[in-house]
């Protein structure tokens, strides 16, 4: 399939869409950060009530982006092509949404967003900023029931952003607003059908393919693949399939009342949506079932996908209320709502300090300490191993190791060269966690960054951080990494080797061979796991392929500490 896009570069895709909108709706949007990947609404913050910040990959118009307005979210962080933000993105988006009341979290049920989220959560809870999450979990047939919180988030989000953003908008506090986005979640369910694939800007080339006639049910936002694939149905057919898996789950009574969104996925004629709508009418109304919302259009695409889907919110008598309550966005309206009071001219600049948020100041020692120096000379060296992490990772995941490893060092070093000499151990930590996942958003640097802020918070009580100290903050770095992304000791992860460093470094009092008992740790993790099969993350997909294989990000932290070492001695 040739590529024909309406684009300039594909590469400049995402900035220009996001520069393009705030150009066409400055009385709407500002930015919230330099590159303006983190926007809110044209009067965030807004003071006295709870923020609500989505966000996740482009190309879902108006899924995330399209949800910021009076009513609805606050803030939105936006990653490249469905490819999830970085942490520092939602951090700029957080501070810029918090009123005072708190943040939300409301976005998709997917891996790089939510470990995405989880750090920008840590980041903001230093600053002294309160969060909680939800997240949308309505395509039933990305996961059985009984596995309901393993479920994507799709079309049926929107129903959450509306009656979440109507609980902000009337005062709710944080825990009342959460608790109504999670009802709302609870009680959506979505399914869709995939006709023809997408074509990602940059890589020129269709998701997945589909033959002449053929449709796929249960196909994911970003081609994911679904249950049955089949010879195109007709709508009426194609709409049962749809309504009997959301009606055999959400139960309703006769005389219940829900909500329906007939969503087209970027390609279909609205007139196709409509015939959709007209039996999913049908079909409620044979059952008793009064539709009290319907919502016709496109709401949660796929960029030129051709497809459909339908969600139903079973409503109770607050979540009917909220649904109905007035709100207003680029792309989305209802009811009366009054354009936004601007902030201040130049409040909103991007590069601006009110932009950036405001993130706490540097403490400072008054004495220059090891450990700035130490890391800075060690990420120096660091980039020398993206080959060798790339060509590991291709065989294992999806070969992007490399370039996380390498463009987070650079960024760590550059992120501490800004600090003073004397910069307090726990901010250096913070600047370097922040700085490794920001570079290149992939679930290892969310992991890698997420520990390293878990190790921050640990040293905090510390007047200063010595070799005696090392074990105890390595252990809050594995803590943080098996809480986040679920491994434990062989599962063939980098938790192996920490777990070793950690044993390695109890009672060490001497920084060089501190360092080189932990580096001789990572290096027997990475040949004694070899053997293994994966058990998390993408390599765990590669299955019994994978025994033989060193773990890549394993080999990663083994290349860290000897480099380590090496400045040291």
Same mark, same amino acid.
């Given at each position: 399939m040739a590529l024909?896009?309406?684009i300039?570069?594909?590469?400049?895709?995402v900035?220009?869409?996001?520069e393009?909108?705030?150009?066409?709706?400055?009385?709407?949007?500002?930015?919230?950060?330099?590159d303006?990947?983190?926007?809110?609404?044209a009067?965030a913050?807004?003071e006295?009530? %709870?923020?609500?910040?989505?966000g996740?990959?482009?190309g879902?118009l108006?899924?995330?982006l399209?949800?910021?307005g009076?009513?609805l979210?606050t803030?939105v962080?936006?990653?490249?092509?469905f490819?999830?933000p970085?942490?520092?993105?939602i951090?700029a988006?957080?501070?810029?949404s918090?009123?005072?009341?708190?943040?939300?979290y409301l976005y998709?049920?997917?891996g790089?967003d939510?470990?995405?989220?989880?750090l920008?959560?840590d980041?903001v809870?230093a600053?002294g900023i309160?969060?909680?999450?939800?997240?949308g979990t309505?395509d039933?047939?990305?996961?059985?029931r009984?596995?309901e919180?393993?479920?994507r988030g799709v079309?049926?989000l929107?129903?959450?952003?509306?009656t979440?953003?109507?609980?902000?908008?009337r005062?709710?506090d944080l825990?009342?607003?959460?608790?109504?986005?999670?009802?709302?979640?609870d009680?959506?369910r979505?399914m869709?059908?995939g006709l023809s694939p997408?074509?990602?800007?940059?890589?020129g080339?269709?998701t997945f393919?589909l033959?002449?006639?053929?449709?796929?049910?249960?196909i994911g936002?970003h081609g994911?693949p679904?249950?049955?694939r089949?010879?195109?149905?007709t709508a009426?057919?194609?709409?049962d399939?749809?309504l009997?898996e959301?009606?055999?789950?959400l139960?309703?009574a006769?005389?219940?009342?829900?909500?329906?969104?007939v969503?087209?996925?970027?390609?279909?004629?609205?007139?196709?949506l409509?015939l959709?709508y007209?039996?999913?009418?049908?079909?409620?109304g044979?059952?008793?079932?009064?539709i009290?919302?319907?919502y016709?259009?496109e709401?949660a695409?796929s960029?030129e996908m051709?497809g459909?889907s339908?969600?139903v919110l079973?409503?109770d008598?607050?979540?009917?209320?909220l649904?109905?309550?007035p709100a207003?966005?680029p792309?989305?309206?209802q009811g009366?709502t009054?354009?936004?009071?601007?902030?201040?001219?130049?409040a909103?600049?991007?590069g601006?300090?009110?932009?950036r948020g405001?993130?706490?100041?540097?403490r400072?020692?008054?004495?220059?300490g090891?450990?700035?120096?130490?890391?800075?000379?060690?990420m120096e060296r660091?980039p020398?191993h993206a080959? =060798?992490l790339?060509l590991?990772d291709s065989r294992l995941?999806?070969?992007d190791?490399?370039?996380t490893v390498?463009?987070?060092a650079e960024?760590?070093?550059e992120?501490?060269?800004a600090?003073?000499?004397?910069a307090h151990?726990a901010?250096v930590l913070r600047a370097a966690?922040t700085a490794?996942?920001s570079a290149n958003?992939?679930?290892f640097?969310a992991l890698?960054?997420?520990?390293?802020?878990a190790?921050?918070a640990?040293s905090e009580?510390?007047?200063?951080v010595?070799?005696?100290?090392?074990a105890?903050?390595?252990?809050?770095?594995s803590?943080?990494v098996?809480e986040r992304?679920?491994a434990?000791?062989?599962?063939?992860?980098? %938790?192996?080797g920490?777990l070793?460093?950690?044993a390695?470094? =109890?009672g060490?009092d001497?920084?060089?061979?501190?360092?080189?008992a932990?580096?001789?740790?990572?290096g027997h993790a990475?040949?004694e796991?070899?053997?293994?099969?994966?058990a998390k993350?993408?390599a765990a997909w590669?299955?019994?392929?994978?025994?033989?294989?060193?773990?890549p990000?394993?080999?990663?932290l083994l290349?860290?500490?000897?480099e380590l070492?090496?400045v040291?001695?």
């Open positions: 024909k896009k309406i300039n570069r594909p590469e400049d895709f900035d220009e869409v996001t393009s909108l705030l150009m066409a709706h400055p009385d709407r949007l500002r930015a919230a950060s330099g303006r990947r983190a926007l809110v609404r009067d913050p807004v006295g009530r %709870v923020g609500i910040v989505t996740g990959g482009s879902h108006p899924l995330f399209g949800y910021v009076r009513g979210a803030g962080a936006v990653g490249n092509v490819s999830s970085s942490a520092e993105q951090a988006a957080t501070r810029a918090h009123g005072g009341a708190g943040v939300l998709g049920n997917y790089g939510v470990y995405n989220f989880d920008a959560a980041v809870a600053e309160a969060t909680a999450t939800v997240l309505d039933i047939l990305s996961a059985p009984g596995r919180a393993t479920r079309a049926g929107f129903f959450a952003y509306k979440a953003g109507a609980s902000a908008e005062g709710d825990e009342a607003v959460r608790s109504v986005a999670r009802r709302t979640v009680a959506t979505t869709g059908v997408t074509i990602l800007p940059a890589a080339e269709p393919t033959a002449e006639g053929e449709m796929e049910v249960g936002i994911e679904g249950s049955h089949g010879q195109l149905e009426d057919e194609i709409t399939r749809f009997a959301i009606l055999g789950e139960e309703p006769p005389g219940d009342r829900v909500a329906v969104l969503n087209g996925l970027g390609a279909t004629p609205l007139e196709e409509y959709v007209r039996r999913v009418h049908q079909v409620l044979e059952r008793g079932v009064v009290h919302r319907r016709v259009g709401f695409t960029l051709a459909a339908v969600s079973l409503l008598d607050e979540l009917a209320e649904i109905d309550a207003a966005s792309f989305f309206g009366n009054e354009a936004p009071e601007p902030r201040a001219a130049g909103g600049a991007p601006s300090a009110a932009a405001p993130a706490p100041a540097v400072r020692t008054g004495a220059a090891a450990l700035r120096g130490a890391l800075v000379a060690a660091m020398a080959e =060798e790339r590991l995941g999806d070969g190791l490399g370039i390498s463009s987070g960024a760590v070093r992120a501490l060269l600090l003073p000499e004397d151990h901010d966690a490794f996942a958003p992939s679930t640097a890698t960054g997420a520990g390293v802020l190790a921050a640990e009580e510390l007047a200063s010595s070799v005696r100290d090392a105890r903050l390595t252990a809050a770095v803590r943080r098996r992304g679920g434990e000791p062989g599962d063939k992860t980098f %938790v192996d920490l070793l460093v950690e390695a470094l =109890e060490a001497d920084p060089v061979a501190a360092v080189r932990a580096a001789s740790a990572a990475v040949e796991t070899s053997g293994l099969t994966s993350g993408r590669v299955g019994e392929r994978g025994a033989g294989e060193r773990d990000g394993s080999v990663a290349r860290f500490l000897e070492r090496d040291l001695s």
